[in-house]
Each structure stands twice: as C-alpha cells, then as structure tokens.
C-alpha cells in the first residue's frame, strides 16, 4: 500500500515529504456499556488509512482518495466545506484543529486503506486520526496531546458528518498499541493497556452483511430504561450498581427494564474479568466472558439478531474459544476467539452454513492487534 500511494503522490505532486498512518479498531468486550459510564476494551488492528502529507505552500487543501478514485480541493475556511464525504472527513480535522488554536497550512495529500467502509471497524475514525496526527507532527510539533486528538476525531464526526458518536473509536485509532488492548474507563477517560498476545489463537471478524433497521429506536429506549434503574437505585449512572442494589429494588423496576440493568451490571464486572485472565494469559477464560456477553446482548438486553445468534451459535458447535457480537447490534459483526487449529474449518463451515439459511456468505476479516496513529516514514 505504500510504495503505491507514494507512487501516485510523486505522479501528482512531485516530490514525498511524509507518511503517517491509523488503524481501525476491534472492541473485545463491554458493549453498551459506554452511556453507563462504564468500561470498553479496544485495540486498533492491522488494518489502517495511510496518506503522503506534504506541505504546498498554499492556503487549501489538495487531497487524493486513491480508493474512491476522487481528487478534491478545498479551503480551510469554515465556508469551505466540501461536498464529498470522505473529504469532510479531513476538512472537519482541519477545522477542529484550527478551532482549538493550533495550526493548519496548505497541504497536498494521497491517502487509501484496507479497512472495510462501515462494518463495525471503524474507518472514519482512523481517517481522522491519520489526518488529525499528521496535522500535529506537521504543523504544531506534536504539541496536541493524543487525548485532544481522539477529541479531534470525535468533534469532526459530531460537527461535519452527523454523527453523534462517543470518544471510543477515535481514542482506540489514536492510543492503539501492538500486541495490547486497552481498557478505558467512560467515565473518568481513565485508561490503561493491558498486553493481548493470544498465541496459538486468531481473531477473526465474521461481517453479517445484515443491518436492521429498526422503527422505535431502541438505542434510546435501552439509554432510557438504563437511566429510569439508575434513577430508582439513586444512583448517577448503572456503572455505580451492583447487582445487589438491583435485587434491593426488584419490586420498583419493570421485568424489562431490571433484565436490561442485569446485563449492564454484568458486563462491568465481565470487563474486569477479562482483564484479570488477560493478566494471566488465560484466553479460555477470556473467551467464556465472550459467550456471556453474547448471551446478555441477545437475551437481556435484547440487541441481537437472528443472523448474529446464528453465526454464535456455529462458533460454539465449531469449538471456538469465545464469539459474540460487536458493535451495538441489530447486525453487523461477530468478533471470534478461535484456536488456529480451528480457525479454518470455523470459517468453512460458518460460510457454507450462514449462505445456505441467508442467502449471501458473511464476510471474514482476520485481524491482529497493531499499533494505532503514527508517521511511518
Ligand atoms: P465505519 O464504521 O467504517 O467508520 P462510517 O460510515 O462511519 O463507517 O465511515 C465510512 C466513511 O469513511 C466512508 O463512507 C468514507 O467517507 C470514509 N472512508 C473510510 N475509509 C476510506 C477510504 N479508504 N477512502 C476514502 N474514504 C474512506
Ligand atoms: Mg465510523
């Protein structure tokens, strides 16, 4: 990929400065658990967006999408907003670090990646963190702390995409490290690695293909049954419940909303679990933890979907160590812990079976657990 983009960067521009480049992201568990001031647990991947930077003297922006095949010019302006979207995602870099009072010139740029666009791995969020991380080694001599780059990240999404979305991604992209995962604390946005080295395991993403959309919005109809428990234990947020309060107070909580505080609950303490067994190297432990949140987002908390419980359920008949769902549900991927020995035959077989009850093969993405932002060259 490299040598590529270099490549057209020379043919466009003339001559290479640097390199930069972030990854996507994977998230082994604490789903949901964000808007409870709780704890997720990602890790960026070996796969990433990479572009050629190079200063032009200018006061716009020049920019080629290899992959899209799209060259676009723009200014660095407020009014100057382009009209493509995978160009607003570095113009909204651009702004956001202008905004926060440090510097962006005119810069020319060939970027491309081999992150799939909107499966769950985040895409967006290492577009901005590449762009964002360039823009400070370039420019401000790196002075912007790696925090305000996530926040970069996440203030484009909000501001020039329409997206409303938490620090998690951009702070994976941004903080990523081979070989670790870490686990940040949504409350206090404290954070803290922990060493993921699954040896004589794979990851491996299974991509439904599937996307539900659903009519009552149920995103904020979990948020509001989190936020009525939370009320009736007096507490700020369900990350400040045990289990025990929940039982205290069966009688006042609905049967739905006290299965959906159950699994919130659960899951912090499934978190630090995993983190306990990633300590000690135990990844069967680890991948049981899987399972159970699975069993949660499917049962308690009612987020999944036939295709998802599907393709968990070939995961255990195949033996594979942990599977659940990523991401907020109602679709998307699995994320799998699977012995190599396993691997290929898991995979055979949840093709093979998925396509005969769907229609379609899900999509495989092997992943390893790889550095996030960074100057390559
Ligand atoms: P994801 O879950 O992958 O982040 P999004 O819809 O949030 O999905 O972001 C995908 C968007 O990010 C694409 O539509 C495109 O605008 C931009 N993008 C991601 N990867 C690339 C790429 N390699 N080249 C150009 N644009 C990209
Ligand atoms: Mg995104």
């Not at 080694?137 to 780059?149: P, R, T, V, Y």
């Not at 020039?160 to 702070?171: L, R, S, T």
């Not at 907020?328 to 812990?337: K, Q």
């Not at 055979?348 to 899900?362: D, N, R, V």
Request: proline content about 2%; aromatic content about 10%; overall charge negative.
């Amino acid at each position: 990929m490299k040598e590529e983009i270099q490549k057209q960067f020379l043919a466009r521009f003339g001559k290479t400065e640097a390199i930069y480049a972030s990854s996507g992201r994977i998230n082994l568990i604490g789903e949901h658990t964000d808007y409870n001031g709780g704890f997720v647990m990602p890790g960026a991947i070996d796969k990433c967006i990479m572009a050629e930077v190079r200063t032009n003297g200018l006061d716009k922006v020049r920019v080629y999408s290899m992959d899209i095949d799209e060259y676009v010019e723009f200014g660095l302006n407020e009014e100057d907003a382009p009209k493509q979207q995978w160009a607003r995602y570095i113009f909204g870099v651009c702004r956001e670090v202008i905004k926060r009072g440090f510097v962006v010139k005119g810069f020319d740029a060939v970027f491309s990646g081999n992150i799939p666009l909107g499966a769950g791995l985040s895409s967006s969020a290492a577009l901005e963190s590449c762009f964002a991380y360039a823009m400070n080694d370039m420019f401000n001599g790196n002075k912007i702390d790696k925090f305000e780059l996530a926040r970069i990240g996440q203030s484009t999404e909000h501001n020039y995409c329409g997206v409303n979305c938490g620090i998690m991604d951009q702070f994976a992209s941004v903080f990523g490290k081979e070989n670790c995962l870490i686990r940040l604390d949504c409350r206090s946005l404290e954070y803290e690695y922990f060493p993921f080295e699954p040896k004589g395991y794979k990851l491996v993403l299974l991509d439904s293909a599937v996307k539900h959309e659903l009519v009552d919005s149920p995103y904020n109809k979990r948020r509001e049954s989190c936020e009525r428990v939370a009320n009736t234990l007096g507490v700020p947020s369900l990350r400040d419940a045990e289990m025990a309060d929940l039982n205290a107070h069966k009688g006042e909580i609905t049967e739905e909303d006290f299965k959906r505080a159950e699994y919130v609950i659960g899951e912090k303490q499934r978190v630090l679990d995993v983190c306990d067994a990633l300590k000690r190297g135990d990844y069967e432990t680890v991948g049981k933890k899987m399972y159970e949140t699975h069993e949660g987002l499917s049962k308690y908390y009612e987020v999944s979907c036939e295709e998802l419980d599907y393709l968990n359920d070939i995961a255990k008949e195949c033996g594979v160590t942990g599977s659940r769902i990523m991401g907020g549900g109602f679709g998307g991927c699995t994320i799998n812990l699977v012995k190599d020995e396993l691997h290929d035959a898991f995979i055979e077989t949840a093709k093979k079976k998925f396509a005969e009850k769907y229609g379609h093969e899900p999509k495989v993405y092997d992943v390893i657990i790889s550095d996030g932002a960074r100057r390559v060259e």
